[in-house]
């Protein structure tokens, strides 16, 4: 069973993010993403992050990834394998006003003063924020705030 996340970007009060099926939780997606903004830049990795029109199957910041998964899948080296969409003329886009219909566990929100973590709790996945982790500052323990997490 995969554990499901939204990576996003601030839009207006909210946000709206992109889909991914694998490793969800602060110690696999959180600090993966927290690596890639720390190499690549905020704007960089928000612009990759945030462009696949459907997600991304698996974030992996390994320039040289893990071995292809499905020809499905399109490999963005130090960023992982995300889907290629058979129409890309659908809004995949999750927005944090309908995380009820994403089925995801948590959200990474690419802000300018730090990677806002959160869960989505309960039958309608109400977005609950637990921790925001500043781009200058050391690299946090991770699997701390993923207990802040699911104790919420």
Known sequence: MSTRSIIAIPEGD???????????YP????QTVWHIVK??????????LTSKPIGWSIINDNPDGIPPI????DHE???????IPEDDTEDWWIHSTDTDKSWCE????????GLWVGT??????????IAIIP??????????????????
């Open 39 to 48: 190499t690549a830049g905020l704007a960089e990795a928000a612009r990759i």
């Open 27 to 30: 110690a696999g997606v959180g």
């Open 14 to 24: 909210g946000w709206k993010g992109r889909y991914v099926h694998y490793d969800g």
């Open 77 to 83: 080296p130090g960023y992982g394998y995300a889907y």
């Open 120 to 129: 989505l709790d309960g039958a309608d996945y109400t977005p609950h924020h």
């Open 70 to 73: 499905n020809p499905g899948y």
């Open 106 to 113: 948590w959200y990474y929100i690419l802000a300018d003063n």
């Open 135 to 152: 781009w200058g500052g050391d690299e946090p323990d991770w699997y701390q705030i993923q207990a802040l997490g699911v104790a919420a």
